[in-house]
């Protein structure tokens, strides 16, 4: 999952990807539509109406295709909300996921805020599984990476689930600046370096 948020006064703003429930996702609160305990029940109640549990939420966009939560639009419909409100859809998954071909060789590499850490893989196709090639040619991609796609480095600090090696940022830095990227960039939109 992909979470991004920003506050504007008494309005927060919550936008995204979701790649559990396949979609975007756009959610607005103003903290003054809230129930409060000193409150009439008439001015509770009201809270209640904009929002069930009285949290203040008032407006939840999602094109998931599975589950969800406020009303299901188009991917152009929300795009059009998101950009309402300051938002650039484009940018939302290039903010934590960036690429790059070298050759033979694909490199990703980023920050996944739903693992909760950063991430770099290297692939070179060349080592993958291969219709055409010998059992053992094949046996050899399988070891390369499980499912034979030619994966053959991948790190993450995840701290929630993950694939490949667990290590340090320090040590994924030092990997990623032998690839040609700058740590110090990753969070910022559209930066392949």
């Known amino acids: 999952m992909v979470r991004h948020e920003k506050h504007e006064g008494s309005i927060h703003i919550a936008w995204g990807y979701d790649d559990g429930c396949i979609g975007y996702f756009l959610a607005v609160e103003d903290d003054r539509l ?14 209640e109406k904009v929002a069930a549990d009285g ?22 419909t929300i795009f059009t909300y998101m950009r309402r409100y300051g938002i650039d859809p484009t940018k939302i998954l290039l903010m934590v996921r960036h690429e790059k071909q070298e050759g033979p060789i694909h490199i990703s590499w980023g920050y996944d805020d739903g693992c909760i850490g950063y991430f770099l893989a290297v692939v070179d196709k060349r080592l ?15 070891k390369v990476a499980a499912h034979g796609g030619g994966s053959y480095f991948d790190l993450n600090t ?15 830095f030092t990997y990623m600046r032998r690839y040609g990227i700058d740590p110090t960039k990753i969070l910022q939109p559209g930066n392949n370096s």
């Open 34 to 47: 809230t129930w409060e305990r000193n409150a009439t029940k008439e001015v509770n109640d009201i809270a």
């Open 55 to 76: 949290g203040g939420s008032y407006f939840d966009l999602n094109t998931y295709r599975i589950g969800g939560f406020g009303y299901k639009v188009s991917e152009a």
């Open 128 to 142: 993958a599984w291969d219709g055409d090639g010998t059992k053992e040619a094949n046996e050899i991609a399988g």
């Open 158 to 172: 995840y701290r929630i689930g993950g694939f490949g090696h667990k290590v340090s940022e320090a040590t994924i």
